[in-house]
């Protein structure tokens, strides 16, 4: 299986030090802190690896889509999906993590929507809500929002990049991990259609994606303990380790009842 990648960065603790009059203690302070520096450089030398390989995977499915390379014909519009969120979902999303999964979520899901022929208007109204919350110039300048002639890859470095520089990693974290759940929920609901967006290669990168997903999620979890509940999800999908299309396919056909839970403790 082809090493792919994915993703993200290093979101820092800053130490706070109350410094006494003990010279011992300052001593020892100072010593964590120039330890503590030392572990972060190493980590984000580690994640920046990573999101520079991600930009080279994607689910096809969306980009398919998005690129006109997956349509569907007038009879095939006319079976709607009911398996999507609907745009008023955004309404729950109450803390930031939850903001960030939201829109990553809805704007799959808008993909969708638009590829039936459905309105998609009050996704794009809840999106924008969600985003002036967020205030990330990364997902609403070629990101997130709206269309954008940039790449995948260029989109990703830039959202990697403003949340480096903004001390939000984790909430990168929290978008890619919901985004790619949505989508594999998304080719489960209609496997005979989406499948044959995959070859061989691109199967195998799904599969590597999830392991460097956890690697990432479990790097910062000392930094960022609520990611912990990022693991936990994802663990039972941990067994999707296709080769091919067809071991994809068998393996999401099986796990479709635990990516549909996923799915629900994400949002």
């Known amino acids: 299986m082809k090493k792919i990648t994915l993703l993200l960065v290093a979101a820092t603790m800053v130490l706070v030090c109350a410094c006494g009059n003990n010279p011992g203690k300052k001593k020892t302070e100072a010593k964590e802190s120039v330890e503590e520096q030392y572990i972060k ?5 580690k994640l920046d690896s990573l999101v520079k390989e991600m930009g080279r995977l994607s689910t096809p499915v969306i980009v398919d889509i998005q690129n006109g390379k997956l349509t569907l014909t007038d009879k095939e519009k006319r079976n709607k999906p009911s398996y999507l969120l609907p745009a008023s979902k955004a309404d729950e ?16 899901d808008m993909t969708i929507a638009e590829l039936y022929g459905m309105p998609v208007d009050s996704y794009k109204q809840a999106i924008s809500k969600l985003l002036v919350d967020i205030n990330n110039p990364a997902l609403t300048v070629g990101g997130t929002e709206g ?3 940039e790449s995948l890859e260029t989109k990703i470095q830039k959202f990697y990049d403003e949340s ?9 974290w929290e978008a890619i991990v919901a985004g790619t759940v949505e989508q594999l929920y998304i080719i489960t609901q209609n496997i005979d259609k ?9 199967a195998s990168e799904v599969s590597y994606r999830f392991i460097l997903v956890h690697e990432g999620v479990k790097s910062l979890i000392p930094y960022h ?19 091919n299309v067809q071991q994809l396919r068998d393996q999401l056909l099986e796990l479709k009842g635990a990516i549909e839970t996923a799915r629900g403790q994400l949002l």
């Open 41 to 45: 450089a190493d980590l984000k030398i």
């Open 93 to 108: 999303a109450v803390t930031l993590n939850e903001k960030y999964r939201a829109v990553a979520m809805l704007s799959a």
């Open 147 to 149: 269309q954008s002639t």
């Open 164 to 172: 480096v520089k903004t001390g939000t990693a984790n909430l990168f």
């Open 194 to 202: 989406f499948m044959p967006c995959f070859t061989d290669e691109t």
């Open 225 to 243: 303990p609520e990611l912990e509940q990022l693991q936990t999800i994802l663990k039972p999908l941990e067994v999707i380790n296709a080769i």
